[in-house]
């Protein structure tokens, strides 16, 4: 029951966090008063760091074999969304704005395309299992007197279009806004490229541990860029 409610907070803490992102990306991160470049670099830059080594750090199978000595295995990823919505928070909360405008158009429809993006990340996270994404299916399934089974592989849905749908949904929303800010510019020029680096390791241990041919399925489908799906090839 300790495990599952754990998992709850960290959902709401997930959900909280998403919903300050979004106001965040919208225009807040702009607001704030205005500090040396100096430190605002800096205070940015850190903050930006942080989250990028949380997830990169958390995600490997080989921390994750250190962290569930210390606490049971159904709550190891609730731990992750937990520690990633508070840094998130952190990265919202603390984060030093650079108002000069690289480019400002009164192109309102470009609000349209930032929604979409959202609407593809939260899409994409029901494409595979939001429940076990978000890890609520890791807590669930012990408190039911179940054994917890991961989700398999899917090449359906948005996944038959694109290898990475939540990537380019987030790359959609860090880029969509009609007026870009030079902090707003450092954090999608950042944020894109932790995106494109993570994507290199996550399909490392895709092609590690899954026991689909996920080389077939690099070849046929897309990373980022969606196309109609193509046939699987027979031997």
Same mark, same amino acid.
């Given at each position: 029951?300790?495990?599952?409610?754990?998992?709850?907070?960290?959902?709401?803490?997930?959900?909280?966090?998403? !919903?300050?992102?979004?106001?965040? $990306?919208?225009?807040? *991160?702009? @607001?704030?008063? %205005? &500090?040396?470049?100096? /430190?605002?670099? #800096?205070?940015?830059?850190?903050?930006?760091?942080?989250?990028?080594?949380?997830?990169?750090?958390?995600?490997? !199978?080989?921390?994750?074999?250190? $962290?569930?000595?210390? *606490?049971? @295995?159904?709550? %190891? &990823?609730?731990?992750? /969304?937990?520690? #990633?919505?508070?840094?998130?928070?952190?990265?919202?909360?603390?984060?030093?704005?650079?108002?000069?405008?690289?480019?400002?158009?009164?192109?309102?429809?470009?609000?349209? *395309?930032?929604?979409?993006?959202?609407?593809?990340?939260?899409?994409?996270?029901?494409?595979?299992?939001?429940?076990?994404?978000?890890?609520?299916?890791?807590?669930?399934?012990?408190?039911?007197?179940?054994?917890?089974?991961?989700?398999?592989?899917?090449?359906?849905?948005?996944?038959?279009?694109?290898?990475?749908?939540?990537?380019?949904?987030?790359?959609?929303?860090?880029?969509?806004?009609?007026?870009?800010?030079?902090?707003?510019?450092?954090?999608?020029?950042?944020?894109?490229?932790?995106?494109?680096?993570?994507?290199?390791?996550?399909?490392?241990?895709?092609?590690?541990?899954?026991?689909?041919?996920?080389?077939?399925?690099?070849?046929?489908?897309?990373?980022?860029?969606?196309?109609?799906?193509?046939?699987?090839?027979?031997?």
């Amino acid at each position: 029951m300790f495990i599952l409610g754990y998992a709850v907070v960290a959902y709401a803490a997930f959900l909280l966090s998403s !919903a300050w992102a979004i106001v965040f $990306l919208a225009g807040g *991160i702009d @607001a704030g008063p %205005e &500090r040396p470049w100096g /430190v605002t670099l #800096a205070v940015d830059s850190g903050l930006l760091l942080a989250f990028a080594l949380q997830h990169s750090v958390m995600a490997r !199978a080989g921390f994750k074999r250190r $962290l569930t000595r210390l *606490i049971p @295995a159904s709550a %190891e &990823r609730s731990t992750y /969304v937990l520690v #990633a919505s508070l840094l998130l928070v952190a990265l919202v909360g603390f984060w030093q704005p650079l108002p000069a405008v690289v480019w400002d158009v009164d192109q309102e429809w470009i609000w349209g *395309i930032y929604g979409a993006g959202w609407i593809l990340v939260v899409w994409s996270t029901f494409g595979v299992d939001h429940a076990d994404f978000l890890g609520l299916k890791q807590a669930w399934a012990p408190w039911r007197g179940r054994s917890y089974q991961p989700p398999e592989f899917t090449e359906r849905r948005l996944y038959a279009w694109l290898r990475h749908p939540m990537m380019l949904g987030l790359t959609i929303t860090f880029w969509a806004t009609p007026h870009m800010s030079v902090g707003h510019l450092l954090f999608a020029l950042s944020s894109t490229g932790y995106l494109l680096v993570g994507i290199r390791y996550e399909e490392r241990d895709l092609r590690r541990h899954l026991t689909v041919d996920y080389d077939d399925y690099a070849r046929r489908v897309p990373a980022l860029v969606p196309r109609p799906p193509r046939a699987r090839v027979r031997e």
